[in-house]
């Protein structure tokens, strides 16, 4: 299972952290991804974490967003900083590996002008 966390209201320009802790899986094995998804559209991929640690980011939020893992706390962290409207989404961690795929159930983020 993925317990995702820390979305709330926050203003432009701003920060905030969000947690994905996955548990009753090998979180070690698992590639872990963030998504968002606002309505009516594609949810899309933000940023994402190999087992090696290596990273991926979306465009519209590198330089912005990190993405780390803490192998120990078996948790997943998206820090986001310099927010902006478009921003506001549901954020969605995933944990996949070539055979089994899990999502969270979602933390929504709503960042105001």
């Known amino acids: 299972q993925l317990q995702a966390s820390g979305g709330g209201l926050v203003q432009a320009g701003g920060s905030l952290r969000l947690s994905c802790v996955a548990s009753g899986l090998s979180f070690d094995d698992y590639a872990i991804g963030w998504f968002r998804q606002v309505p009516g559209k594609v949810r899309e991929a933000v940023a994402c974490?190999?087992?090696?640690?290596?990273?991926y980011y979306a465009d519209s939020v590198k330089g912005r967003f990190t993405i780390s893992r803490d192998y120990a706390k078996n948790t997943a962290y998206l820090q986001m900083n310099s927010l902006k409207l478009e921003d506001t989404a549901v954020y969605y961690c995933?944990?996949?590996?070539?055979?089994?795929?899990?999502w969270g159930q979602g933390t929504k983020l709503t960042v105001s002008s």
């Open positions: 995933n944990a996949r590996t070539i055979l089994y795929e899990y």
């Open positions: 974490i190999a087992k090696d640690g290596a990273t």
